[in-house]
Each structure stands twice: as structure tokens, then as C-alpha cells.
């Protein structure tokens, strides 16, 4: 069964901390999204990837980056967490090879709590 | 710039009731893929349903139709006879076809429309 992996299901971190969450996908698709997913907003794109070492912002970088140096990995950085990263963060792959193209697949989501 | 607008935010039906979720989009594409997708309580999106912009043919899966009207913009999912295992956020999504390099691939969603159906 075709997977999108992410690390940890909870997280809880502190104020300040550099907090990884990391993403695996083993379908070799191109594409690799991180988005956060809150009550009300929906989900809004942070980052992408289309291929290993790039990568594009999305509609709200800021506090973020990413690092993709293989393929099936996809790493979401906060920085200097804040209380306000306080969210779902959901990863999500796809391939632009067009066959079977279902747009992403997602993974389970980490729920991440800055206190 | 692409938009997609669920204006229902929460919608509660009792069990066997019909519901239909609601989703308008807007692209300056020509040629575009509308999804719809699903979100348990345990979190994982799933996808339901891929329709691309040249075909308004409607699309029925068991319980589930699509409606996609073009002239409207709109692309509207039903669940016929629901179930309390229906319940969850729906999400409809849009995505351009036309060449754009890498932003093409991704998805723009609209808020997502949170059905609870009651026993």
C-alpha cells in the first residue's frame, strides 16, 4: 500500500525550540507539499518541492523552511517556534506524470503544540 | 489567482437525509482538475473524486453523485441516503492544467465543509 509517512502524530514543543517535522513517501512522486490545517482557514500551503534540493515558497513561508536532499524526504523546519505554529501540519506528495494522477496523497498529519 | 469557496461551513443531517455540499471555484485556466476529498476524525485526507474541466459529464459512486456545471463554476457533491460514518470535513479542490512549471502541481483548496450526520 502506497504511503505518505510523517513522523510523529503529536508533538509538543516549547517557545523557541527548532522543531523538524519530517515526511517520507516511498510512490518516488516528484512533488512534495507541507501544508497546516486550521479551524476555520482550511489548509494553506507552507512550502513545496518538485524536485530534490528545490523548493518554492507557498502562500505563508514566514517562521518556515524546508530542506528535500533525497527524493522521498521532505523536512518542515520551524525555526524559532511560536505559539502561533500551533497547528495540524499535513504532508501531502503527488507526481506530474499524469497516469492514476488522484492530486496528493496525504499523510496521517502531525498535530504540534508550542507551549 | 485560483479560488475555491465552500460557503457551508458546518452542515448536520440525521441519518438517511440527503445532503448536498457545495463548492464554487475561480481560475482564468482553461483546462483545470476539480477534486473532492475527504477528512475522517483520524485526519488522513482521502481522496473521493478527480474531474477535469472538458468533461461535465455528472459521476455517481454508489451513494455519492457529483455535479459539475461549468457555466456556474460550480461542482457540487451529493450524498444520497447518508450514513453516520459520512461524517467528516469535506474539502473540494482545484488545480490548473496549463504550464506553469512546478506551481502547477499545486492544489488550491477551499475551507472545507464539516458534515455531521446523527443517528
Known amino acids: 500500500d502506497v504511503k505518505v509517512t510523517q513522523s510523529s502524530r503529536y508533538l509538543v514543543k516549547r517557545t523557541g525550540e527548532k522543531v523538524f517535522l519530517e515526511c517520507v513517501q516511498d510512490m518516488d512522486h516528484e512533488n512534495m507539499f507541507w501544508y497546516r490545517q486550521d479551524p476555520g482557514l482550511g489548509l494553506r500551503l507552507i512550502y513545496f518541492s518538485y524536485d530534490v534540493k528545490m523548493k518554492e515558497k507557498g502562500d505563508i513561508p514566514e517562521g518556515y523552511s524546508v530542506s528535500r536532499e533525497k527524493k522521498e524526504r521532505f523536512s518542515l523546519i520551524l525555526e524559532s517556534a511560536s505559539t502561533n505554529q500551533t497547528s495540524m501540519y499535513l504532508c501531502?506528495?503527488?507526481?506530474?506524470?499524469?497516469?492514476?494522477?488522484?492530486?496528493?496523497?496525504f499523510g496521517s498529519g502531525t498535530r504540534l503544540t508550542v507551549v | 489567482a485560483q479560488k475555491v469557496t465552500q460557503a457551508q461551513t458546518e452542515i448536520s443531517v440525521v441519518e438517511k437525509e440527503d445532503v448536498t455540499l457545495d463548492c464554487v471555484y475561480e481560475?482564468?485556466?482553461?483546462?483545470?482538475?476539480l477534486f473532492w476529498y475527504k477528512q475522517p476524525p483520524s485526519g488522513e485526507l482521502v481522496f473521493l473524486i478527480r474531474?477535469?474541466?472538458?468533461?461535465?459529464q455528472n459521476e455517481i459512486s454508489g451513494r455519492y453523485s457529483w455535479n459539475f456545471q461549468k457555466s456556474t463554476s460550480s461542482f457540487n457533491f451529493t450524498i444520497t441516503a447518508s450514513q453516520v460514518v459520512d461524517s467528516a470535513v469535506y474539502f473540494c479542490?482545484?488545480?490548473?492544467?496549463?504550464?506553469?512549471?512546478?506551481?502547477?502541481?499545486?492544489?488550491?483548496f477551499g475551507k472545507g465543509t464539516l458534515l455531521t450526520v446523527n443517528p
Open positions: 481560475t482564468r485556466d482553461t483546462t483545470y482538475y
Open positions: 479542490a482545484l488545480r490548473s492544467l496549463v504550464y506553469g512549471g512546478g506551481s502547477n502541481y499545486k492544489l488550491t
Open positions: 501531502a506528495s503527488s507526481s506530474y506524470k499524469g497516469r492514476g494522477d488522484y492530486g496528493y496523497t
Open positions: 474531474r477535469n474541466s472538458f468533461d461535465e
